[in-house]
């Protein structure tokens, strides 16, 4: 059953989901869209959700659609993997598909697990989870809620980043269990 009539759709989970498939089949119904906002963390999967992904599974069905608000994070699990995932390598993707105002992000947040995000530029969300200590240099201008979490340790310099990129932050939460190798008073 196609979904004709709908011009404009938005999907928030902030919850790690499984349905990938689920939601790219809806998705695939809505052929007239319009706009289209996700807010999608994955997990279970295997493979990282990338600019080819994306062109594939969605873009390629909504030729009607002009505006794409997106931040699609896949949690994978590194421990059977033969190769490290690099931000540059996940860009590349979304350049291919035309992509220029998105972004990618890596992030090791547990010895065997790898948070991958995708993301539209601006960032308009407001909430962002599972940030590391390499991000990019951007202006993370609607987020009030942010998870920090990475395996190396976080230094006094990336609390400053913290501070010139998320002004309007009004919840930080950190994970990590490294201490600080510079430990000086300055934070």
Do not use: W
């Amino acid at each position: 059953d196609k979904l004709f009539n709908l011009k404009c759709f938005s999907l928030k989970s902030f919850f790690r989901f499984k349905q990938y498939d689920k939601i790219v089949s809806l998705l695939r119904r809505m052929s007239n869209l319009e706009k289209l906002t996700l807010y999608l963390p994955i997990k279970g999967r295997n493979r990282v959700i990338d600019g080819t992904y994306v062109q594939h599974d969605i873009l390629d069905y909504m030729p009607q659609l002009h505006s794409f608000i997106f931040y699609i994070c896949t949690y994978v699990e590194t421990v059977d993997l033969s190769y490290k995932f690099s931000s540059e390598d996940i860009q590349q993707t979304l350049t291919n598909i035309g992509q220029q105002h998105a972004i990618s992000m890596v992030n090791y947040i547990h010895s065997h697990r790898a948070a991958c995000s995708i993301f539209s530029l601006p960032f308009q969300f407001d909430y962002l989870k599972d940030l590391g200590n390499k991000f990019p240099n951007i202006l993370f201008s609607y987020v009030t809620h942010l998870l920090v979490q990475d395996t190396d340790p976080f230094e006094h310099e990336f609390f400053m980043r913290i501070a010139r990129s998320f002004p309007l932050l009004k919840h930080l939460r950190i994970i990590n269990v490294e201490p600080q190798a510079n430990n000086s008073s300055q934070i």
